[in-house]
């Protein structure tokens, strides 16, 4: 759609939403669930705005994803993350969800509690006294993927220092895992840079059942040098430091965690991940995401139960995911305090802020 298209087709007061929609009445009668906007206006035709008394957008429509973007105060959070959370608990109670604040703005927390959608719990990146999780947590090849993603320089690592990093990852993981009694990052950090650690985790592992091959490709890169083998890897050890001995480092490397997402997407409970932006913060919500990830293969693969969605929403991060949000920001026609949400798909409708049920 043209930036002059859609300003021909605003109204001041419309909030506008490019969505394909379900009208009430059709949803209804389709026996669909969705969540029910109120008074619209449809902008199919930006240039004839069409009004609509009752509009829903129907579960397969949300379940596409959607993106909102609008001018600080235009209802963001408030209208639409905190709205959908309210219409999700209302028409699929059996939902979980896990929301993602890269502001550190509480109030959005004390907002989900005031509205009766008090998240089953909650992990801050920031706050010493929230829940704990561990990183270290999963199925090896799931956990190798993860650490990948977050102590893997890319910029200033030469292919050769990425290829030995990934290869400990891949090499040690496992045996940290097959060890009887749980571990975390704390643990890989002494294997990694401790002389006799990796060979002690080498026999205690074999004893517990490792798979020779493991124990070979392990032994392997511990026959290298110690200075040798911790060069190579002094990138991801720099990492990996901060997820060890930083503040908050002690709810990232619990043995026996309060959030485990495995349970929590299978219990379909809900989580508010209180992440203020910092490197430190994404980094940790990248770990989360894969974890979310993980589940969500699973939940495909499984198939063993009609699948309930689990949405994952995330407020204040476009800028983190794309640089060129903001770009995209900066070129709409926004107007006042509009919003816009864009969907995927073809059929468009402005909404009328106030009129959103909350
Ligand atoms: N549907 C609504 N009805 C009335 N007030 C709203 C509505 N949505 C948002 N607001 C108010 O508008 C202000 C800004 O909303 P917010 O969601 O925080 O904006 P954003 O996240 O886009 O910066 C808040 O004070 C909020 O209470
Ligand atoms: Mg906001």
């Given amino acids: 759609m043209s930036g002059s298209r859609l300003r021909a087709g605003l109204q001041p007061w419309w909030r506008v939403i490019g969505v394909q929609c379900r009208y009430r009445s059709s949803a209804a009668r389709s026996g669909r669930s969705g969540w029910v906007l109120g008074e619209a206006t449809e902008l199919s035709d930006p240039d004839r705005p069409r009004r609509v008394p009752a509009a829903v957008l129907s579960s397969n429509v949300l379940n596409l994803g959607m993106i909102a973007i609008g001018a600080p105060g235009s209802g963001k959070t408030d209208s639409v993350m905190l709205g959908y959370i309210n219409a999700l608990d209302r028409q699929s109670p059996r939902s979980g969800w896990a929301l993602f604040d890269g502001k ?24 010493p006294g929230s829940e704990s999780i561990n990183l270290l947590e999963g199925a090896s090849h799931d956990v190798v993927d ?16 990425m290829d030995e990093q990934r290869a400990v990852l891949a090499r040690m993981v496992p045996l940290l895992l097959r060890l009887p009694e749980a ?16 060979n002690e985790l080498r026999r205690r592992a074999r004893k517990s059942g490792a798979d020779p091959v493991e124990i070979t490709l392990a032994r392997q890169w511990l026959e290298q040098p110690f200075a040798t083998r911790v060069r190579n890897i002094s990138g991801l050890l720099n990492r990996l430091f ?4 930083g503040p908050g480092a002690d709810r990232l490397n619990v043995y ?3 959030i485990r997402i495995s349970a929590i997407v299978s219990g379909r409970k809900s989580l508010f991940a209180h992440l203020p932006l910092t490197s430190f913060a994404r980094d940790v919500a990248i770990a989360l995401i894969e974890m979310f990830g993980v589940e969500a293969r699973r939940r495909q693969i499984e198939r063993t139960e009609a699948p309930v969605t689990y949405p994952l929403l995330f407020d204040d991060w476009g800028a983190f995911f794309s640089r060129r949000l903001r770009a ?11 919003a816009v949400i864009w969907f995927p798909v073809a059929r468009t409708l402005a909404c009328d802020r106030s009129r959103l049920r909350r």
């Avoid at 993603?149 to 910029?155: D, F, N, P, Q, R």
């Avoid at 995209?328 to 509009?338: C, F, S, V």
């Fill in 104 to 127: 550190g703005d509480i109030d959005t927390y004390r907002k989900c509690v005031g509205m009766r959608c008090a998240p089953d719990h909650f992990f801050s990146s920031e706050l």
């Fill in 242 to 245: 901060v997820f060890v001995a």
């Fill in 146 to 161: 993860r650490l990948s993603k977050i102590l893997i320089g890319t910029s200033d690592s030469t292919s050769f220092y």
């Fill in 183 to 198: 571990t975390n990052l704390r643990d890989l950090y002494v294997v990694l840079c401790m002389k006799d650690a990796g």
């Fill in 328 to 338: 995209i920001q900066r070129a709409l026609p926004l107007r006042g305090n509009a």
């Fill in 256 to 258: 026996d965690p309060d």
